[in-house]
């Protein structure tokens, strides 16, 4: 009687457990208050132009293009997996430094959902195109 008492406790402790590690994983792809960038977008895009290094492989053949990223924004703000949707043709490189400046920006304002900070999907695209 002992023995089946503990499986079902023990059982029971771990589907709790589990459940908990489900929850706190969810990643929302819409939320009421979406991330933002500190001081918004065009602060972003400032930081995007200041911090990206064009490839030189991409200016000496001319290369123009849209990489399409998307990563998510944690409940403390932090930048996590971030992945390219679709990336720029004939240039990895491209998209290598597109990554590279989404990993060095600093903390968002998370997204919330009921006014509780969560893990949120974010799309952004970067255009690369010199003058």
């Known amino acids: 009687m002992i023995k ?12 709790i457990n589990a459940q908990t590690s489900n929850e706190e994983k969810k990643v929302y792809n819409t939320v009421d208050e979406m991330p933002s960038f500190p001081k918004g977008t065009e602060a ?14 991409a200016i000496e053949k001319k290369i123009i ?41 600093p903390k968002w304002n998370p997204g919330k959902k ?4 969560v893990s949120v999907y974010f799309n952004l695209p970067i255009n690369f195109k010199y003058k």
């Open 4 to 15: 089946y008492f503990i499986y079902i406790l023990v059982f029971f402790c771990l589907t």
């Open 114 to 117: 009921d006014g509780v900070p």
């Open 44 to 57: 972003m895009m400032k930081f995007i132009q200041k911090k990206i290094i064009f490839p030189k492989s």
């Open 65 to 105: 293009g849209k990489c399409f990223l998307t990563f998510v924004v944690e409940p403390d703000g932090s930048i996590k997996d971030i992945t390219v949707r679709k990336g720029v043709e004939n240039c990895s490189e491209c998209d290598e430094a597109a990554i590279d400046v989404i990993s060095k920006m």
